[in-house]
């Protein structure tokens, strides 16, 4: 079976240097918000080119520590898209927050800047732009609208570690950040993980009391925070893998390159990536008016394409009919009963690409048996 995404070959393909530093933590007695924490903050905060880094215990709890820094209150909105992955919204409830989405832009799956503008309210205090499936999305335009409302901006990241706007790496331009270091992500633990990024030395020190019970100084709470800490062993893991990350994200880039080269001719409307920017292909994402049959006639010849995601958050049960969008949400509808996520990791051989791309021809060349 050729997977979607395979967290084990990323492991296996550093394995010395992993399990070296795995057994660092190991013989060091320190496990909770120690040392290798510390250093993976500032390394991570240098490599995106900005001030502070908060290692959390998940990407939905960087969203929700990061909302929670800039005092959201309860019933205040927050807006944002619903193609995405429900944590998005999810870490937004955790904070008090009442979500509102705009429709997508059909090439980035990022926020469609031209319905922001009228999505904001007197309530309105955050927005959350997407980073959908490694491709950034229009950060300019976002943020001048920010600015002109007086709304904080907290780009979601966890599909686009790498990933470049206008020559600065996404995570770097909002008001804060947050990644996810799922074991998929293009920058992935062996658990779960996340980390708050800013430049701003208030809303640094504002989260980093929050993550570890508003604790100041031991035992004694200057804020009412909660307990979301990255451990030590996640973090000397990814040490180990942010050394190379723009190097994985380059080979994401050269599968991506082979993808497009050999189905242009198809009839899926394969990925595109938005003028200044530099895609990171967390996914590569193609789209199919007969997606369904495709995915299952890939998956009976051992190929695991998945879709991200097939049902919009507004359309899922636990938010269907209590979360309103600021207008039309057609893209988004579209969108969902389209995508599909072809194998896209750094370690696929080529010969298992080559197989990918054989089946997807032979798909759309009708050839069904």
Known sequence: MILCSN???????????IDE???????????VLGPEVQAFEEEFACYLGISFGIGVGSGTEAIHLALAACDLKTGDEVITVSHTAVATVAAIELAGGRPVFVDIDPV??????????????????????????????????????AKRYH????EDCAQAHGALYRGRKVGSWGDMACFSFYPTKNLG????????VTNDPELATRARLLREYGWAERNISSL??????????QAAVLRVKLRDLDEQNAKRRRLAQFYTGALQ???????????????VYHLYVVRSRKRDKLMNFLRDRGIGALIHYPVPVHRQPAYQGRIDGAGRLDETERAAGEVLSLPMYPELAEPEAQQVVAAVLAFDGGQYD
């Open 7 to 17: 967290p084990l070959a990323q492991y296996l393909s550093r394995k010395a240097q």
């Open 21 to 31: 530093a795995i057994r660092r933590v190991l013989d060091s007695g320190r496990y």
């Open 108 to 145: 980035s799956y990022g926020i469609d800047a031209s319905q922001l503008e009228k999505a904001i309210t007197s309530k309105t205090r955050v927005i959350v732009p997407v980073h959908l499936y490694g491709q950034p999305t229009d950060l300019d335009v976002i943020i001048n609208i």
């Open 151 to 154: 709304l904080r901006v907290i």
């Open 189 to 196: 633990a062996l658990g779960d993980g996340g980390m708050v």
């Open 224 to 233: 009412p925070g909660w307990n979301t800490r990255l451990d030590e062993m």
């Open 265 to 279: 001719a198809t009839d899926l409307v394969l990925p595109g990536a938005m003028e200044g920017t530099a895609h």
